[in-house]
C-alpha cells in the first residue's frame, strides 16, 4: 500500500455559503469523466460516501456529522434531480464543506472499473506540476531551489539530494515555497539530513487507526489517544556533508503554499531552522489519499492531521504565519537583502525568478479552526 499523502488538488472549491465554487483549471488538472446519473444513483453515491468517510475522516465526531447529513439529503431525494456526475461531485463537496471546512476532503468522478481492493488504502494522486521548477546560484554564496510539489518519485527524491550536496558550500540556502501545493515525505527526507546538526523531533502526525499506512523513513510511532495512531516524524543529521549544518536557511511562502509545503515549513520554523518569509500559508493540513466511491466516483479523504508537538495546534483552515510578513512577490527581496546582499542588487535578481504558479490563496482562511 501506499504512503498517505499531502496533495491539496488544484481544485478547490469554496465554502457552500460562498455559492461560487471554483472550478479547476483546464491547464492545472485532468479533465473528470462527466456522464448521466440516475436519482437511485445519487442516493447511493451520498450513502456510500457517508460510510468512507465514518470509516476513515480524520475526526470520527466530524465524521459522524458529515453521514448524517449526506444520509439525510439521499433520503429527502435532494441529490435525485442532479443528473449529471459531475454536478453531483462537485454538490457533496460543497455540502461536506458546509458541515465542517476542510481544505483537503473533496469529491471527483472517475472512469469506472475495479474497485481498490480495500477502501482505506488511500491512493497516491496525480500531480500535474513540474516538481522542481528552478534551481541555481542566485549570488555567491546563496543557493535557491523552488518547488511546485513532492511527487515522492525516485527521479525527484533523488533530484532534491543532489541539489542539497552540489550547493553544499551555500552560506544561504532559500527554499522557495511559494507555488508549492503539496506532496509526500521523501522530499523532505532528502534535504532534512543536511540542514540538522543534531537528531531533531520535527512535527507529529495523528492517523486515524482504522487506515492502513505504509512504513516510512524517518517516522516512528510514539503513544497516542485511542483509536490514533500517533507518530513522529524527525531528522537524523547526515554522516557525509556536514557543511550545511551551519547555513543561514529562509523558506519563502505565500498563500498559495500548501499541505506538505506547510508541513515542510512547520518543520523549519518551530526548530527554529529557518527564517520564514512572506504570507500566511495557505491552511490545508490534513493529509489522506483518494478512496472510490461506488463506481464512478472517488473522494480525497483526509485521515490524519500534522501538528506542533510543543503547542497541539495544526493549521488547518488557519495557516501559518510567516516569521517575516511582508507581500509573497517580495519575499525573495527580503530573504536576499537578510542575506546580505544589497537592496538594488535583491530587486534585480528577484526580477529574474519567475515563478509560473500562482501565489493567491485560493482558500478562505478562517481566524480559527473549527471541525
Not at 492545472?28 to 475522516?57: C, F, H, S, W
Not at 487507526?209 to 489517544?225: H, L
Not at 488547518?316 to 542588487?345: I, Y
Request: hydrophobic share 40%; glycine share 6%.
Amino acid at each position: 500500500m501506499r504512503a498517505l499523502f499531502f496533495a491539496i488538488s488544484a481544485m478547490i472549491a469554496q465554502p457552500a455559503a460562498a455559492q461560487q465554487p471554483q472550478p479547476p483549471s483546464a491547464a492545472a488538472v485532468p479533465q473528470m469523466p462527466d456522464g448521466p446519473i440516475t436519482a437511485a444513483e445519487a442516493r447511493k453515491t451520498a450513502t456510500d460516501l457517508a460510510q468512507v468517510l465514518e470509516e476513515n475522516y480524520v475526526f470520527p465526531d466530524v465524521a459522524k456529522r458529515y453521514a448524517a447529513m449526506l444520509r439525510a439529503n439521499a433520503a429527502s431525494g435532494a441529490y435525485d434531480s442532479i443528473g449529471s456526475s459531475k454536478a453531483l461531485a462537485m454538490r457533496l463537496t460543497l455540502d461536506l464543506r458546509a458541515v465542517s471546512t476542510d481544505a483537503h476532503l473533496r469529491v471527483g468522478t472517475r472512469t469506472p472499473g475495479p474497485r481498490a481492493q480495500n477502501a482505506s488504502a488511500p491512493q497516491q494522486p496525480r500531480f500535474p506540476w513540474k516538481p522542481i521548477e528552478d534551481e541555481r546560484w542566485l549570488a555567491p554564496g546563496i543557493a535557491y531551489i523552488r518547488f511546485n510539489v513532492f511527487p515522492g518519485d525516485p527521479d525527484t527524491v533523488a533530484a532534491v539530494k543532489q541539489f542539497m550536496v552540489d550547493h553544499a558550500s551555500a552560506k544561504v540556502i532559500i527554499f522557495d515555497n511559494r507555488t508549492h501545493h503539496g506532496g509526500g515525505l521523501a522530499e523532505m527526507n532528502a534535504m532534512f539530513p543536511y540542514l540538522f546538526a543534531k537528531p531533531t523531533t520535527l512535527v507529529t502526525m495523528d492517523t486515524r487507526a482504522s487506515v492502513q499506512r505504509d512504513e516510512e523513513p524517518f517516522v516512528r510511532k510514539v503513544p497516542g489517544p485511542a483509536g490514533v495512531v500517533r507518530r513522529e516524524h524527525y531528522v537524523e543529521p547526515s554522516t557525509t556533508e556536514k557543511k550545511l549544518f551551519k547555513a543561514k536557511v529562509f523558506v519563502l511562502t505565500s498563500g498559495a503554499t500548501a499541505s506538505a509545503a506547510e508541513h515542510m515549513t512547520l518543520a523549519l520554523k518551530r526548530t527554529h531552522r529557518a527564517t520564514i518569509i512572506g504570507e500566511p500559508t495557505a491552511g490545508a493540513g490534513h493529509y489522506g489519499g483518494e478512496m472510490p466511491v461506488g463506481d464512478k466516483f472517488r473522494a480525497f479523504v483526509p485521515v490524519g492531521r500534522t501538528f506542533d508537538p510543543d503547542t497541539g495546534k495544526d493549521w488547518e483552515g488557519t495557516g501559518l504565519d510567516p516569521d517575516v510578513s511582508v507581500p509573497a512577490a517580495d519575499a525573495l527581496t527580503e530573504a536576499l537583502v537578510r542575506s546580505g546582499l544589497s537592496r538594488a542588487d535583491a530587486e534585480r535578481i528577484n526580477a529574474t525568478v519567475k515563478p509560473s504558479g500562482s501565489m493567491e490563496r485560493r482558500i478562505p482562511r478562517r481566524i480559527a479552526a473549527s471541525n
